[in-house]
Every structure is written in structure tokens, then in C-alpha cells.
């Protein structure tokens, strides 16, 4: 992966099954057990593919189920802001003149 920074935001609220949902969800084997288990491998799949990236991050959202955008709008864009912001420190550091090394060896 690029050297470029990278976020990866998680849901940690546990999943909110609506009560009308709930008999067809258990019906299919989904138990809230069953989601659970599912968002902790979610989790952990986030978590690495953040490690993939040099300046990546894993971000988990406390308030948050599914629609981490929806259920917490000015944190996401506050952790898109950060990364915008990283990006343009990075490539005005990459584009910075480069100082030639004017050690010598004796």
C-alpha cells in the first residue's frame, strides 16, 4: 500500500435489531449472540486493513451501529478532515527541496 494516511472507522455499538425484525432475524440464525460475533470479526478485519497502511489508523466509533456516518456525521467528517489534512502535510513535505547530505567521509 501507498505511504499515504488512511482511516478505517469500526461501529461499536452493539447492532440494533428492530423489535419487527427480530422473530424473521432469529428465524434465519441471526441471534444478537450471532451479530456480535460477526461485528468483533468485522472489527479485527478493519483493524488490519488499517495496519496495511504505513500512516493508517483504526478508528472505533462508541455511539455508532452500521451507519457510522449517519449515526455520528461530525465525527466522520472530523476523521476525514484529519486525513485530508495529513495528506496535504505529506505532500508538501515530499514536494519540500531535498538537501543534499554534505557529511564527508574521511
Do not use: C, N, W, Y
Amino acid at each position: 500500500p501507498p505511504d499515504r494516511p488512511a482511516v478505517v472507522v469500526s461501529a461499536a455499538a452493539p447492532p440494533r435489531i428492530p423489535p419487527s425484525e427480530r422473530e424473521a432475524m432469529a428465524a434465519a440464525g441471526l441471534t444478537e449472540e450471532r451479530l456480535l460475533s460477526i461485528q468483533a470479526r468485522v472489527k479485527e478485519q478493519h483493524a488490519r486493513l488499517a495496519a496495511r497502511f504505513p500512516r493508517g489508523r483504526h478508528v472505533e466509533f462508541a455511539g455508532s451501529g452500521h451507519a457510522v456516518h449517519s449515526d455520528e456525521p461530525e465525527r466522520t467528517r472530523d476523521e476525514i478532515l484529519e486525513v485530508l489534512k495529513e495528506a496535504r502535510r505529506a505532500k508538501k513535505e515530499d514536494a519540500a527541496p531535498q538537501r543534499p547530505d554534505r557529511t564527508r567521509a574521511s
